[in-house]
């Protein structure tokens, strides 16, 4: 089968050509509304299912396709990509010094008509405390206005300001590598010996 990834994220593509994955971008607009009623985990994995039903029709026989959708808590608010740099400056305030949960959400579609799996996977983040002076110069210099939460744990604030982790660290950069690679194997897309 070959692998389709339906994700504009650097950090994705990157982590499946680490993985060593040959792989497709294959791009289209979905919107990422979520019903509210939907709670930490649910939305990223709702929202990896959604896309993967918008890209269902034109997918060939032979092809997988791996949507992801990652999302920031903290407690029960859910913080998307900030629409400008004021919110991503709140954004920031609101985190430093506390812990967060982080959630990626995986769909894998077979074209062949087997019924997708989804998951989610949650990794626990724990910010120090920021300085104003330091979260003006993250959003300034590094204007983190495509990353759930305003922050990027690979960026100059994840390396200053994370204190620590529970989970997986390649979670939080938007694909939780361990569960897409464990998922693969399961699905056949590969034989991996033993």
């Not at 087997?114 to 990794?123: G, W, Y």
């Not at 983190?144 to 979670?171: C, H, M, T």
Request: include cysteine; aromatic fraction near 10%.
């Amino acid at each position: 089968m070959r692998l389709i990834l339906a994700s504009n994220s650097p950090r994705r593509r990157q982590l499946l050509t680490d993985l060593g994955l040959a792989y497709e971008i294959r791009l289209r607009e979905v919107a990422e509304d979520f019903p509210p009623q939907l709670r930490r985990g649910e939305v990223a994995e709702y929202l990896a299912r959604h896309k993967a039903a918008a890209y269902r029709p034109g997918l060939a026989e032979d092809e997988l396709l791996l949507t992801a959708d990652t999302i920031v808590c903290l407690d029960d608010d859910v913080l998307n990509k900030p629409a400008d740099a004021a919110e991503a400056r709140q954004m920031l305030r609101r985190l430093q010094g506390r812990a967060h949960q982080v959630y990626t959400g995986v769909c894998l579609l077979p074209g062949d008509g087997r019924a997708p799996v989804s998951f989610v996977d949650e990794t626990t983040v724990y910010f120090g405390p920021l300085s104003a002076a330091q979260i003006d110069f993250y959003v300034e210099n590094y204007q983190p206005f495509d990353k759930a939460g305003a922050y990027g744990a690979q960026d100059w604030l994840g390396l200053v300001g994370i204190e620590r982790l529970e989970g997986s660290y390649f979670n939080v950069m938007g694909l939780p590598t361990h569960r897409v690679w464990a998922e693969l194997v399961r699905m056949e897309y590969f034989a991996v010996s033993d």
